[in-house]
């Protein structure tokens, strides 16, 4: 039986799904928080240590500023409300990616986040900000040149992101694409791939329960026979 030590997911829908009940692309968005929300509380009960989410890549900053805007806002309110019960629940947050651009207020309630829960061990929520991964390699071999380093694919993952972290055994996809939209690239070599018609907001706890089943049971041969 193959152990989940960490589940990756691209949150792909919602602005479709709020559209589709005729009450716009940040409705969606907030409905999507609602089940990230089920999903980690799932993991916890599965004993799931990692799981990251794909939340805003370097390409979103080509979506309107309104949304962006929103985006933010609720990412930044969600961490000023529910802190208390992030730290309760053993939840460790994590950032991937640069938040360098982002606003002060944000900037600030993400450091508050990370340092107190830095401690917790229950489970570990990487959130993708601001992330792509083909800057995070280059990043990667940036860092081994300045430091004269010999580039072996062992250096290449300690300094990525993800460093001190599994990759993850599985990456599930909602919104019907088949594509990884410049994430995790490098992380994902011998994940298993999960791609699902239904959008994010549709994706619930059973759905996650069915590939971690399903995932437990195949043969995973790493190019062995």
Do not use: C
Not at 54 to 78: A, D
Not at 114 to 121: E, F, G, P, S, V
């Amino acid at each position: 039986m193959n152990t989940v030590n960490h589940v990756a997911f691209i949150m792909d829908g919602n602005g479709r799904w709020g559209k589709k009940k005729n009450k716009g692309r940040n409705y969606g968005h907030l409905k999507g928080v609602e089940v990230v929300q089920k999903i980690v509380k799932t993991s916890i009960k599965l004993k799931i240590p990692i799981i990251t989410f794909y939340v805003f890549s370097t390409e979103n900053w080509r979506r309107p500023k309104t949304e962006i805007k929103f985006l933010f806002n609720l990412i930044g309110s969600y961490f000023e409300k529910e802190i208390k019960n992030v730290v309760k629940n053993g939840i460790k947050i994590n950032i991937l990616g640069k938040t360098s651009s982002f606003s002060t207020s944000l900037k600030s309630i993400l450091r508050d986040t990370i340092k107190k829960t830095t401690k917790n061990k229950k489970l570990t929520v990487n959130l993708a900000l601001n992330y792509g991964s083909k800057n995070e390699i280059k990043n990667a071999f940036i860092k081994l040149k300045k430091n004269h380093s010999r580039i072996t694919e062992a250096k290449i993952s300690k300094n990525l992101y993800t460093s001190k972290m599994h990759d993850p055994d599985i990456l599930i996809r909602t919104g019907g694409q088949k594509r990884l939209s410049n994430f995790m690239l490098w992380q994902l070599a011998y994940s298993e791939l999960y791609f699902l018609d239904k959008l994010w907001p549709d994706f619930n706890s059973s759905d996650l329960k069915k590939i971690i089943k399903d995932y437990r049971s195949i043969k995973r041969n790493f190019g062995k026979v």
